[in-house]
């Protein structure tokens, strides 16, 4: 079986340098919550709190009804518009609380 020398490589089996940690443990790290902008928009990503509960129906009504909502959608939505499913939001996921 071939074993490469390690030493032709530059960073495999070698520890790395790391470059955030000190902003990190001193506190001084940013994260997206710390931005703020005029005119921000904020979302909120809802899951159901029953693991492998089958969906049934979503009513978006009264989430569409708060002030301020720009957009309430569901996975549904976002596969109509060929976004990909993802951790956050998946299918069948809402993106607001519903009343159903």
Not at 4 to 12: G, H, N, T, V
Not at 15 to 29: F, M, N, Q, V, Y
């Amino acid at each position: 079986m071939y074993k490469p020398d390690p030493s032709q490589f530059k960073f495999i089996g070698r520890p790395l340098p790391r470059k955030e940690d000190a902003r990190l443990i001193t506190g001084a790290g940013r994260f997206t919550d710390d931005f703020s902008a005029p005119g921000q928009c904020h979302a909120a990503m809802v899951r159901s709190p029953h693991p492998h509960a089958r969906i049934r129906g979503l009513n978006f009504a009264r989430a569409r009804a708060l002030p301020g909502v720009l957009g309430v959608y569901s996975g549904a939505d976002c596969l109509a518009d060929k976004l990909a499913p993802s951790q956050q939001l998946g299918e069948g996921s809402s993106s607001h609380a519903s009343d159903g």
